[in-house]
């Protein structure tokens, strides 16, 4: 039995790659929504409810400050989830974890809107993986 040309094997380890790859962002996309909604569980189990200030807006966080009904000031290291639309010096209502004050969300938002972006990024990348395997599958019968 002879091994295939040098090219041939090469295009199927890089689809086979492109696989996997896809495979491992698929399974991060599945965990995300899930992380979020066990987030929300969270918070709707210890619910507590005030009104935050933002204090920063940027591409990876967005920062607010807000006070507990025991006087504390709680500014969540690592933002607010669902912070879309939000601008800096903005008032707006939150809800948190009275059992763990650093994890809050804007109110009435939920991990149904994690969805959307999740999902569109996935199509997105079984798209583009898609069209380079079948590229490289056509490529390789022409030679």
């Known amino acids: 039995m002879t091994k295939p040309p040098l090219g041939?094997?090469?295009?199927?380890?890089?689809?086979?790659?492109?696989?996997?790859?896809?495979?491992?962002?698929t399974l991060v996309c599945v965990l995300l929504p899930i992380a979020c909604w066990?987030?929300?569980?969270?918070?709707?189990?210890?619910?507590?409810?005030?009104?935050?200030?933002v204090d920063s807006v940027a591409f990876n966080r967005t920062i607010v400050r807000y006070a507990t009904p025991d006087g504390r000031v709680i500014i969540p290291s690592q933002g607010v989830l669902y912070p879309e639309g939000l601008s800096e010096g903005d008032n707006v209502r939150v809800e948190y974890d009275?059992?763990?004050?650093?994890?809050?969300?804007?109110?009435?938002?939920?991990?149904?809107?994690?969805?959307?972006?999740?999902?569109t990024f996935l199509g997105s990348v079984w798209i583009v993986i898609a069209a380079v395997v079948t590229v490289l599958r056509r490529f390789g019968t022409q030679v």
Request: proline share 4%; net charge positive.
């Open 98 to 119: 009275q059992t763990n004050p650093e994890l809050v969300r804007v109110a009435g938002r939920t991990a149904v809107l994690s969805l959307l972006p999740v999902g």
């Open 38 to 53: 066990r987030d929300d569980v969270a918070i709707e189990k210890h619910l507590g409810q005030a009104v935050a200030q």
């Open 8 to 25: 041939v094997r090469v295009r199927r380890a890089v689809s086979r790659a492109l696989l996997v790859v896809g495979g491992v962002v």
